[in-house]
């Protein structure tokens, strides 16, 4: 059997399982918990299979695919939900075929999408069920070193080098949340504003490791995410 055929079965039995037993979570987190071991067994043999197996290279798309998760619970029903469900698939299916392929694009999708999946669903997690902030900034703190250490994979630099700028985000955001927590703002614009940080963090590190950077790019993201910082800060209503 093809891996397109494979990566096509595994990306349609994240719907149908997600849309079986999605209406009852103790049902649901085991299922998912096994749908998530099966995809990790399969890609630890197509990656030794074909030679590039490495640790790295097999957390990035378990972390995608617990970012989809987790992303189903945050998303209201309804359009919107559907939406996510067409869109998760989409993204699954092209990300799988495209595992064994070196591509910035896949990269920066798998990265930024499970970024602000992940931090909206902790967020979420602690607005509705955690209120200690101890938990939202270990957990925060866990995903940002896993996905940036995991995006840097391909980086021609030092492994030193890569956990180095890997942990120094993670402490830059570990900073920001702990600020954010005490906002009285809803889970999905403090998420929101910690994406925008994290983004021109690690644009800028990455760009700066590919001995790519300049002020221009510097300049751009920084105005860029600093407006849409402030356009949902003056547009999100304070909790009382």
Known sequence: MSHKVISSIIAL???????????????????????????????????????????????RPVLFIFSMIGL??????????????IFSVVVIYFLEIGLLVVSEQVVFLETLVSYFALSLLIFGWNF????????????????????????????????????????????????????????????TALAAILFNVFYVLWIVVYYYLFHNLNRQKISFHLIFSSILIILIILSTPWKA
């Open 72 to 85: 189903f619970f945050v998303v209201p029903d309804g359009f919107l939900k559907g939406l996510f469900l």
């Open 128 to 187: 509705y069920l955690l209120p200690k902030s101890t938990f939202t900034l270990l957990f925060l703190g866990a995903i940002t070193f896993l996905i940036t250490r995991a995006s840097f994979d391909y980086v021609p630099q030092s492994d030193q080098k890569k956990i180095f700028w890997a942990a120094l985000i993670t402490f830059c955001i570990l900073e920001v949340s702990w600020a954010l927590v005490f906002l009285p703002f809803h889970f």
């Open 13 to 59: 039995l994240f719907l149908v399982l997600i849309q079986s037993f999605g209406g009852v979570f103790r049902f649901l987190l085991p299922v998912m918990a096994l749908y998530t071991l099966g995809f990790l067994a399969y890609n630890y043999w197509y990656l030794k299979k074909n030679n590039v197996l490495n640790n790295w290279s097999l957390i």
